[in-house]
């Protein structure tokens, strides 16, 4: 059977009929042992093994077939031929790719296969994408409906689908292609990874944010994991038809950013915390100028006069590090009406406290926390990685004085990602920070038939202060925002 025959019959095609002067073919038994057709493919060495499911390939029989073997000889040709040019900067994406395709016609014209125009066709844009693209990954990049992809190894690969985690069949062909989709990522972006620098983070072109390691910190080989961004931003009313939050609360944060309220978006990791930054921002009015500092460039912002700014690691020598702290600094001299912080996590929560202390409100940005009282206990302790001897009443005046309001968005058992609070910083009481609920999860309406949570954040029936000062602004709220469900509520 030819490759183009193993190729059909993976796909589940039939074979085409034979001539019908073809001689009838020798039965098994009497032919000599290097010339018996091949049998039926087993479960170990069925081509285009991508197709199949982890439940009828058990991982075991995952090994590379003629495909596979031809896929890698024409890559390792490949890089070969032009090896020298693939990081020439004077080429542009699209002549390396045509400079690509030519070689690999040839490559694969040479290996003399029978397949068809279409087949031959299809194999060099597969093997193009082996060596200039993200290989396996990028049918995965390609899919809307995955928000996650997890390379724990070169032949191990989870996704994220509605919320729950999928292994995959698919695989590299070796740790030598992971590492090679890894080094191409990394440097578009200006980075590098090697062994004396082994973990990275990066991001796409399109904004997904990327995380790679690499032995020896990572054992059993690289690792690598890319949080995908919807091409399309999602907007308040995407939020709302997913159920992460509802009317209520998305008037209620509308009202908060058009009225230049500070917000702290908190949530663990793979929350949404980003998504709802990017939600957030959008409220902003198209005629402030917005500075973003993030560490690598991940908001979707839709307004046009932003300025995105970006940190960048220390070079080979451990020299040239600008931090997010640094950037937030020079931020404050290029006359912001807002300031977005992608995420504090060290010194910089200071100059973030300050800044909204001395005129810049409406000043947004995300932190990793379980709750709203966590978030201000772990931003108390950001601050004091600033290096500043203060006491800690001061710290926790500034704090209460410079945040508004703390949205908390978590990731539910059933997989989604839900808005749990919303919650107004009072002020001080003593040295406690005093934070009244605004809205709260209703976990005590239990599941539907699916297994996904009915319930939603509703109000607590108490209205917060920042409600006159959004008033007094001329921005007006519903007026059954903040009644409680079980409170009869106005027409």
Do not use: C
Request: hydrophobic share 40%; aromatic share 2%; no cysteine.
């Amino acid at each position: 059977m030819s490759l183009s025959d193993r190729l059909n019959a993976a796909r589940g095609i039939a074979p085409a009929p034979p001539p019908a002067d073809a001689p009838a073919p020798v039965p098994a038994e009497t032919t000599p042992a290097a010339e018996q057709p091949l049998a039926a493919p087993s479960p170990a060495a069925t081509p285009l093994a991508a197709d199949l499911s982890p439940a009828s390939m058990p991982r075991a029989e995952r090994v590379p077939d003629a495909l596979s073997e031809l896929k890698e000889r024409a890559a390792q040709e490949l890089f070969v031929r032009i090896g020298s040019r693939l990081n020439d900067s004077s080429m542009t994406e699209a002549q390396l790719h045509v400079l690509a395709r030519e070689e690999l016609g040839r490559i694969v014209e040479a290996e003399k296969l029978a397949l068809s125009a279409g087949e031959r066709s299809r194999l060099i844009s597969e093997i193009g994408a082996d060596v200039l693209g993200f290989g396996p990954l990028e049918s995965l990049l390609d899919d809307d409906a995955i928000t996650e992809i997890m390379v724990n190894r070169y032949d191990q690969i989870y996704v994220e689908r509605d919320g729950k985690l999928h292994e995959l069949a698919a695989q590299f062909s070796g740790e030598a292609q992971l590492r090679r989709v890894i080094e191409r990522i990394v440097a578009r972006v200006g980075r590098r990874i090697d062994e004396s620098s082994p973990l990275v983070d990066a991001r796409l072109d399109d904004g997904s944010r990327v995380n790679a390691i690499i032995p020896p910190l990572a054992v059993n080989g690289a690792s690598l994991t890319i949080r995908k961004f919807s091409k399309t931003p999602l907007t308040a009313a995407d939020l709302i038809t997913y159920q992460t939050m509802s009317e209520e609360i998305a008037a209620v944060l509308w009202a908060a950013v058009r009225g230049r309220l500070n917000i702290l978006v908190s949530g663990g990791t793979g929350t949404g915390k980003t998504t709802l930054l990017n939600v957030l921002s959008a409220f902003i009015p198209g005629d402030e100028r917005i500075i973003t500092i993030e560490d690598a460039v991940e908001l979707q912002l839709q307004q046009e006069h932003v300025v995105r700014l970006e940190a960048r690691p220390p070079n080979i020598e451990g020299r040239g590090e600008v931090t997010i702290r640094d950037l937030v600094r020079n931020s404050l001299r290029m006359r912001p009406d807002r300031i977005i912080i992608g995420e504090v996590r060290g010194g910089e929560s200071l100059d973030l406290l300050q800044a909204m202390n001395t005129g810049h409100e409406g000043s947004i940005s995300t932190i990793h926390a379980n709750s709203p009282r966590d978030a201000l206990s772990r931003l108390e302790t950001l601050v004091l990685m600033a290096g500043m001897d203060l006491p800690l009443r001061a710290i926790r005046e500034q704090v209460a004085s410079a945040i508004d309001v703390i949205v908390q968005i978590s990731r539910m058992r059933d997989g989604s990602r839900r808005i749990t609070q919303v919650t107004e910083v009072q002020g001080m009481e003593s040295d406690i920070i005093l934070l009244q609920e605004a809205f709260s999860f209703d976990y005590s309406a239990g599941v539907d038939e699916t297994g996904r949570l009915r319930g939603h954040a509703v109000p607590t029936g108490v209205r917060p202060r920042f409600a006159e000062r959004l008033g007094d602004l001329g921005i007006d709220l519903p007026v059954n925002a903040f009644m409680a469900p079980t409170a009869p509520r106005r027409p």
